[in-house]
């Protein structure tokens, strides 16, 4: 097990069949932390509210979750979207797990993180439900297709992750402009506020890179892309990705160390 200071996830879709829980469970299993951070749709209500659907793996994750809050790891939840209903309880704890709306996250190296779900910079979440619903039921039906056209990439002896929900996104020019649009908002904000990065999910885009200044991190997800954010010791952020062998493995470079850190 890998000592670390913190753990990101977003986006995990619990009560979701698309959710990846096993390989989430795996996943946690090689690290010991200081902080966990849960940032937003850790539990799918609008996809429960549709049928119910919470196999023993999901049961399991949230027990792994309240564990790990009971011995000495700080969990702390900021609901999003999905699991808004949760967002009546923030500044309350349940089980040793604290909600906030949003929390501000000082690393190692003294960088001063805003952690925040992001659907308020979605226009479409946050004027239109219905169209935002409409699109979660059709990026479910890509991601289970993906995991078919996956099952023929391992036949095939393909090597490497490939995502169809991800390749829409990045090559569809309408999506291509939301997700753009969607960084641009956030890091606009975080440097009004003045923070030195943001650390967010919601899009299931995973990224760590500078943005006008700022460092902007997305969690990823895991129904697709089944991504992470590690705060090593030392502060400095890596985005990693749980394969399907079940190894955590480098995505993108890790930032470099702040000058005085």
């Given at each position: ?21 096993e390989r989430l469970l795996d996943f946690l299993k090689q690290y010991e932390s200081e902080y966990l951070f849960l940032v937003g749709d850790i539990i799918d209500l609008w996809a429960m509210s549709r049928s119910v659907y919470w196999p ?206």
């Amino acid at each position: 097990m890998k000592r670390i200071r913190a753990l990101f996830i977003s986006d995990v879709h619990l009560g979701s069949r698309a959710c990846q829980a096993e390989r989430l469970l795996d996943f946690l299993k090689q690290y010991e932390s200081e902080y966990l951070f849960l940032v937003g749709d850790i539990i799918d209500l609008w996809a429960m509210s549709r049928s119910v659907y919470w196999p023993a793996a999901h049961n399991t994750v949230v027990q792994k979750v309240l564990r790990k809050a009971r011995h000495d790891t700080k969990v702390i939840f900021v609901p999003g979207n999905h699991d808004e209903a949760l967002r009546e309880y923030v500044d309350a704890s349940f089980g040793d797990v604290r909600l906030v709306r949003e929390y501000e996250h000082t690393a190692a190296d003294g960088r001063r993180y805003i952690l925040l779900h992001g659907d308020a910079y979605d226009q479409v979440t946050h004027y239109h439900r219905w169209l935002s619903v409409l699109g979660d039921v059709s990026y479910t039906i890509l991601v289970h297709i993906n995991r078919w056209l996956s099952w023929w990439r391992r036949k095939l002896g393909v090597a490497g992750h490939w995502s169809l929900a991800d390749y829409a996104k990045r090559n569809v020019l309408k999506a291509v402009a939301f997700v753009s649009d969607f960084e641009r908002a956030v890091v606009r904000d975080v440097r009004e506020r003045g923070f030195d990065g943001v650390i967010c999910g919601h899009i299931h885009t995973p990224a760590l890179r500078q943005v006008d200044g700022i460092t902007y991190i997305n969690c990823g997800d895991w129904v697709d892309n089944c991504t992470a954010i590690v705060e090593h010791l030392d502060g400095r952020m890596e985005l990693v990705r749980a394969t399907p062998a079940l190894e955590a493995v480098r995505l993108e470079e890790r930032l470099p160390k702040a000058a005085n850190g």
